[in-house]
């Protein structure tokens, strides 16, 4: 399974953007960038996805190299509610592949007020 | 509204004691996953099933125990022969597996600890 490489943690302040990088060499063809995000005792919560193409939802924008080797989730104006671990994951497209998914370390983003 | 429903939130084991994790949604998902999580740590799958009836062992599968007799439900019996049980328990499902670009929707978690 390909692997991502995000950094430990990040701050930023509330009302401003967020740029959380993440780095994936290793990606190939079939495999979608997919980011989740868990808050304290909570579940994981899909944020957005994306193959090749930037994508934009009511959550977040997600960037995506031209190489695919990195991306970048963008939230555009940080609330203290996004406060969270961040997970960048590769999910392959395959009859073959069982769907899981393999969380890393992630990003702890802090959102100071 | 549909989701996935995890009980109870809170969970206490006895030594040599099984105990069973509900797991039931209402997405009309084919594909569930149990997940457990340590402090500090990511997700590590326990078992998956793509259909009713059919499961499969993930990376972490000695010790645990599951069935899916149905569609929506998707139980966790964790054994006695599972000698770290203390974690958070996830649970989640997908339309299919195999399908890169359709996202898992998790539950609110079942934290278990031993007395």
């Known amino acids: 399974d390909a692997k991502t490489t995000q950094p430990n943690s990040m701050e930023s302040n509330e009302e401003e953007p967020v740029h959380l990088p993440c780095n994936h060499s290793?990606?190939?063809?079939?495999?979608?960038i997919h980011w989740y995000r868990q808050l304290p005792s909570q579940g994981p919560e899909y944020v957005i996805h994306g193959l090749t193409s930037n994508v934009n939802n009511r959550m977040a924008s997600l960037a995506i190299a031209e190489d695919r080797k990195s991306s970048t989730l963008i939230l555009h104006r940080a609330t203290l509610r996004d406060a969270a671990v961040y997970y960048c994951?590769?999910?392959?497209?395959?009859?073959?592949?069982?769907?899981?998914?393999?969380f890393g370390q992630g990003t702890t983003l802090q959102v100071k007020p | 509204d549909g989701g996935i429903t995890q009980s109870p939130k809170y969970l206490f084991r006895k030594e040599g004691q099984n105990v069973t994790l509900s797991c039931e949604q209402n997405l009309n998902h084919d594909a569930m996953y149990w997940y457990r999580q340590d402090p500090g740590q990511g997700l590590r799958l326990i078992y998956y099933?793509?259909?009713?009836?059919?499961?499969q062992k993930g990376d972490i599968a000695e010790g645990y125990s599951v069935s899916r007799e149905k569609k929506e439900s998707f139980p966790l019996t964790v054994t006695s022969a599972q000698k770290n049980p203390t974690a958070f328990y996830l649970c989640?499902?997908?339309?299919?597996?195999?399908?890169?670009?359709?996202?898992?929707?998790f539950g609110d978690g079942t934290r278990l600890s031993i007395l």
């Open positions: 989640a499902s997908s339309i299919r597996s195999g399908v890169g670009n359709q996202p898992q929707h």
């Open positions: 099933s793509q259909i009713v009836n059919d499961f």
């Open positions: 994951i590769l999910r392959d497209h395959g009859s073959s592949n069982t769907g899981k998914l393999i």
């Open positions: 290793t990606i190939s063809g079939t495999d979608y």
